[in-house]
């Protein structure tokens, strides 16, 4: 143990840089699932997407793609599907814990959440909100809470909202602190109070230069991209246009340099009445998951109540019959009669009913 540290120490830099090697090239054959969607295969060793990665894309003038996930199995799908970026949202707290706005989530929420997704995405270039109240203080409130998401919640990047002075700086205070920064311009939801409600923005000619400015604000202040959110498509083509970093729409058109959505979106999962208010109407839904969820749980309680659910396939736990017959006897010996008999017919129901049983390995 002793020679082991010593060696670490005396290597330096080198032990850490092994073992970041090793993390990095772990591959996927360990996970369960292959792909189908066009993205790593399992076998392919994982890399993750870098901010060299998103320029040359840039560049290129490859669209780049983002998708919110804010907990394990989210993460692996979004991992899975390939998409470079993966936003750990402060849309969280909207959606997945029924707040009318993002005002509630907390650091502790969005750790909570960073670390479930970090687990789970191995490739997707991590990126957290910091959430309403963590950062707009000073710029020294702003480097702590960013150093956290990074420090506890396992990301790559941090996102803020706003273009103001104010936001401008505190977004250089972390780039400086060696954090790399997103920016959010447009509607900006943590501002709601202030913007009256989930409206666009950049609808007039002075909205949409203000807009433009705080962009380039922020570029300025060392962004490595920015979110445009809920913008008339000529407005965000133009700050597209305007900046040397990408831009990232939500509801902004199709002259951005990459999309982003939130996870439950797309997949159709926010169609209940109840979520209608909250479900912007320039997403696209891709699935209806929210209907086979219904249907797959409306199966299960119909099942249950009427004896169909478990069947022999789904209680695959054995016992000799040797044992049994000697715990049967026990029953008996202590004057558990009819447990005796429960236990004998479930055994006779069970060697009756000759559907397969899946065998269940642990
Ligand atoms: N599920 C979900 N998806 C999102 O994209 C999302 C969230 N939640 N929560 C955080 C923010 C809030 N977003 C929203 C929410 C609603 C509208 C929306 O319905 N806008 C209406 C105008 C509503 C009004 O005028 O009050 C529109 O017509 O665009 C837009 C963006 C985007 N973000
Ligand atoms: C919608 C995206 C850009 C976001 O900030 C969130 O999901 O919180
Ligand atoms: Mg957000």
């Known amino acids: 143990m002793y020679r082991t540290t010593m060696r670490r120490l005396r290597d330096g830099g080198k032990y850490l840089s092994n073992a970041i090697r090793k993390r990095e090239n772990r591959s996927y054959s360990n996970l369960p699932c292959d792909t189908v969607y066009g993205g790593p295969k399992p076998q392919d060793p994982v890399k993750r997407v870098t901010l060299r990665h998103l320029a040359s894309k840039y560049t290129k003038k490859k669209p780049i793609t983002m998708l919110t996930a804010y907990d394990y199995p989210s993460a692996v799908h979004v991992d899975q599907a390939g998409i470079d970026i993966c936003l750990v949202g402060d849309s969280v707290g909207m959606v997945v814990h029924g707040h009318d706005t993002t005002l509630p989530v907390t650091m502790d929420d969005m750790l909570l959440h960073c670390r479930a997704v970090a687990r789970g995405a191995r490739r997707s270039l991590l990126v957290g909100d910091l959430p309403f109240g963590s950062y707009e203080q000073s710029p020294s409130q702003a480097v702590a809470n960013a150093t956290r998401l990074l420090k506890e919640g396992g990301m790559d990047a941090v996102k803020l909202e706003g273009g103001y002075g104010s936001r401008v700086t505190a977004a250089k205070a972390i780039v400086e602190a060696g954090i790399a920064v997103m920016g959010h311009v447009g509607l900006t939801p943590q501002a709601i109070s202030a913007l009256g409600g989930f409206r666009p923005q950049g609808q007039t000619s002075s909205g949409a230069k203000m807009v433009l400015e705080h962009a380039l604000a922020l570029q300025e202040s060392g962004c490595f991209a920015i979110v445009l959110e809920c913008l008339p ?35 159709g999962m926010m169609q209940h009445p109840h979520y209608v208010k909250v479900t ?22 119909e099942e249950v109540t009427n004896g169909t659910f478990p069947s022999r396939a789904h209680s695959p736990y054995q016992m000799d019959a040797a044992e049994l017959d000697s715990f049967i006897g026990e029953l008996e010996g202590s004057g558990l009669s009819l447990a005796a008999e429960a236990a004998s017919t479930a055994s006779k129901g069970s060697s009756e009913n000759n559907e397969t049983v899946v065998q269940v390995k642990r």
């Open 233 to 267: 498509s000529p407005v965000s083509a133009a700050i597209t246009s305007a900046l040397k970093i990408p831009t990232i729409g939500i509801g902004a058109g199709s002259k951005c340099s990459g999309q982003v959505l939130v996870y439950h979106d797309i997949l």
């Open 280 to 301: 912007p109407k320039f997403c696209k839904q891709y699935a209806q998951v929210g209907n086979i969820v219904n249907e797959a749980l409306v199966s299960y309680r």
